[in-house]
């Protein structure tokens, strides 16, 4: 079913095509002052050839396609984010290599987790911007495939690992449980380096949206106010798929419990 619906919902978009709108003085310099682009191509990098080397890995046909699918979207989002700063004129660093990683589940499951809680924020935050109007609708109109897509990609992955931790033998569960902390642990050390802004060598590491332009799109939001868009955001995203299917619930959960603690 997970497998099916990623396959089925596919958008055929095409980022050589993106008629990116053209934008007002102010528009343009709050899209290009925001400090994001160089990390997020990065990040999608990364992900297209974790996802791929995963992928290759596999020997179920139907798991296998839709994992080739989801790295080949994780891809195109990366063109996606290319395309646009071309167009906007934004300067990037030199993009670093992106080697195949030696342990391919853990780097799908970084991929995957990663993009469970980023995508979260990401849902409210970028309604936000657009209610603000830090976003023009047509910029916002025109972005929208690739934000949903993200809600499919977390959506297939909630339901690969209630599949895959259920469909192994009882021996191997522990260690998959310890695999599973082990990731959890690196993205928090991951985001409290993104709290800091730059890891133990000075590089800027992974970064994401709300890490980074929360303040800015947001505006005058409070906290509690953004965790409640972020959660409409994020169940609105997931309404329209099989009801039967899981749907990440770790992030949500904790932002529930966050919220009751800030005004």
Known sequence: MFCEMLLTTHNPYKPAVIDWPKLDPAALKRVTSLPIWDIAVQTEGRASIRVATYAASVADPLLREALSMNGGEESRHKVVLSKLVEAYGIALAPEPPYPAPDDALRAWMLTGYSEC???????GLFEAARQSGYFPEALVETFEPVIQEEARHILFFANWV????RSLPWYRKPAFMLKTAGVWLSLIRDRISLARGFDKSGAAQDANFPAN?????AGD??????????LV?????????????LRPNTVPRLARLARRFVK
């Open 213 to 217: 332009v929360g303040d800015s799109v």
């Open 162 to 165: 209630a599949w895959y931790r």
């Open 117 to 123: 809680i980023d995508s979260f924020f990401a849902f």
């Open 221 to 230: 939001v409070s906290v509690g106010a953004l965790i409640g868009l972020c």
């Open 233 to 245: 955001e994020n169940d609105r995203r997931m309404r329209g798929y099989d009801a039967r299917l």
